[in-house]
């Protein structure tokens, strides 16, 4: 059994910045790929980033390229996303889950968070 906690979401104008956090628990961490993931108000759910299990290899939607940053950090079983640049397309509740295999479709994330809400403000 995995848990996932997301932190870090909130309100911001745009072009602020915003750095999102997820920990899990259990020992799978640093085996998994982690991905995060968004949902905007009445909008189906859609990739944001990926990281493979050891921080080496990302991927990101093309909405969010240049601007979020996928990291993470094995020993804190903590992987993050900084935001800069919001716009309030951005706005959505972000989830991060999290994958036994690198992939940016949502069929291979097996445990997800509860989320968290970013509001870029125009």
């Known amino acids: 059994q995995v848990q996932l906690?997301?932190?870090?979401?909130?309100?911001?104008?745009?072009g602020g910045s915003l750095r999102l956090s997820c920990t899990a628990s259990g020992r799978s961490f640093r085996s998994s790929a982690m991905g995060w993931f968004r949902r905007a108000p009445g909008k189906d759910r859609e990739f944001v980033s990926v990281v493979d299990l050891s921080g080496g290899i990302t991927a990101y939607a093309d909405s969010v390229k240049g601007r979020f940053t996928i990291s993470r950090d094995n020993a804190r079983n903590t992987v993050y996303l900084q935001m800069n640049s919001?716009?309030?397309e951005d706005t959505a509740v972000y989830y991060c889950a999290r994958s036994p295999v690198f992939r940016t479709g949502s069929d291979s994330y097996d445990y997800w968070g509860q989320g968290t809400q970013?509001?870029?403000?125009?």
């Open 5 to 14: 906690v997301e932190s870090g979401g909130g309100l911001v104008q745009a």
């Open 118 to 122: 970013v509001t870029v403000s125009s």
């Open 86 to 88: 919001l716009k309030p």
